[in-house]
């Protein structure tokens, strides 16, 4: 058996878990903390819901809250229809019921004025059918 095998064996086993010490760390400071900071900020906007504000679920559907409860969003997605969602099915607020709604004005006289609009040119129609079937 060569020597220096002898002695890395026999060394300090400080050195033999210490690259397993630094996998784990970089796997919490990569993985582990942006996932909790990411649960983290969505639990803190699933918990300013309020009524009023329009949501959009994790499924895509969208309305507005009518009411909340402990675990439960009450949702309008149309007149006189109501559906009622758990919180953690909430995937993003659109807008806030608290928050004024931002007006977009002119600043630029010539954004006021109408947009020019190129005529159309005369073209040969496209014969959209196309013969896919086996030649011979």
């Given at each position: 058996m060569p020597l220096y095998l002898a002695e890395s064996a026999s060394g300090n086993p400080l050195g033999l878990f210490l690259p397993f010490i630094?996998?784990?760390?970089?796997?919490?400071?990569?993985?582990?903390?942006?996932?909790?900071?990411?649960?983290?900020?969505?639990?803190?906007?699933?918990?300013?819901?309020?009524?009023?504000?329009?949501?959009?679920?994790?499924?895509?559907?969208?309305?507005?809250?009518?009411g909340v409860a402990d675990d439960?969003?009450?949702?309008?997605?149309?007149?006189?229809?109501?559906?009622?969602?758990?919180?953690?099915?909430?995937?993003?607020?659109?807008?806030?019921?608290d928050e004024p709604v931002a007006e977009e004005s002119v600043t630029d006289e010539s954004e006021a004025e109408e947009p020019v609009v190129a005529e159309p040119s005369v073209e040969e129609p496209v014969n959209p059918v196309v013969d896919v079937r086996k030649k011979d």
């Open positions: 630094l996998i784990i760390g970089v796997m919490y400071f990569l993985m582990i903390r942006p996932q909790q900071k990411k649960r983290r900020e969505a639990m803190e906007m699933q918990n300013k819901i309020g009524p009023g504000d329009e949501i959009v679920t994790i499924g895509g559907l969208h309305g507005t809250v009518v439960v969003v009450t949702l309008e997605i149309a007149p006189d229809v109501q559906v009622r969602f758990a919180r953690p099915a909430i995937a993003r607020v659109l807008t806030r019921a």
